[in-house]
Nanobody
Framework: QVQLVESGGGLVQAGGSLRLSCAAS????????MGWFRQAPGKERRDFVGAIRWNGGWLRYADSVKGRFTISRDNAKNTVYLQMNSLKPEDTAVYYC????????????????WGQGTQVTVSS
């Protein structure tokens, strides 16, 4: 079992920045992927934001956030970060981190463990 705890959400003006953290505990894994997803208000689906492999060599972003968001990891702390710059009102969503043990996927259905989510609100 893996426990994931997100933090760092909040309210920010358009153009501002936030950094989200996702701390993992419990079962350890070396080759899995930590992904970030978001669920916008009124939408049922969770959209892929980006993902990073724990042991390096794989990093992906959604087109909508490329150049603005950066994912990094601190393996010693079992923590992954999502640095969000140049935020836009359309970035408003609940942001989730999740672990994909096996597939290096963009699809939320392939992820095995999820955090509780953290709200990010960007005002115009």
């Amino acid at each position: 079992q893996v426990q994931l705890v997100e933090s760092g959400g909040g309210l920010v003006q358009a153009g501002g920045s936030l950094r989200l953290s996702c701390a993992a505990s419990g079962r350890t894994f070396s080759s899995g992927v930590m992904g970030w997803f978001r669920q916008a208000p009124g939408k049922e689906r969770r959209d892929f934001v980006g993902a990073i492999r724990w042991n390096g060599g794989w990093l992906r972003y959604a087109d909508s956030v490329k150049g603005r968001f950066t994912i990094s990891r601190d393996n010693a702390k079992n923590t992954v970060y999502l640095q969000m710059n140049s935020l836009k009102p359309e970035d408003t969503a609940v942001y989730y981190c999740a672990v994909d043990i096996a597939t290096m996927s963009y699809r939320p259905d392939d992820y095995d463990y999820w955090g509780q989510g953290t709200q990010v609100t960007v005002s115009s």
